[in-house]
């Protein structure tokens, strides 16, 4: 996208969202390697999978949130790729188990619950 005659990734605020982005996109994928060595061993395979599930559901649907700020009206404008994965992104968080069952999950495992 344009603004201001220049492409929006070289404003300060645009750049720093989509390194945010990325960093979290390869946290993501570190995280979801260690669950995957992990599970078949069964050691903590709950705790572990409920971590990876909440982590990256939660950080998708940010993601999305943050490219429709990105991509403004063009986001709106129905029936697009941005569109249709911002509610995918909230779905993520309610058919692998909500959130706040994968906290409570994490919780038990801490000794909180």
């Known amino acids: 996208r344009q603004a201001f005659g220049q492409s929006i990734s070289k404003f300060q605020a645009i750049s720093h969202k989509l390194a945010e982005i990325s960093t979290k996109l390869t946290v993501s994928r570190e995280l979801l390697q260690a669950?995957?060595?992990v599970v078949p061993d069964g050691s903590k395979s709950t705790v572990m999978a409920s971590k990876t599930k909440w982590y990256i559901s939660e950080f998708y649907k940010q993601a999305?949130?943050?490219?429709h700020q990105i991509?403004?009206?063009a986001a709106f404008r129905g029936n697009n790729d941005v569109e249709r994965s911002l509610r995918a992104s909230v779905a993520s968080t309610l058919y692998s188990g909500t959130s706040e069952v994968h906290k409570s999950i994490i919780a038990q495992?801490?000794?909180l619950k």
Request: net charge neutral.
């Open 109 to 111: 495992s801490l000794g």
């Open 64 to 67: 999305m949130i943050d490219f």
């Open 71 to 73: 991509f403004a009206g």
């Open 35 to 37: 669950c995957s060595k």
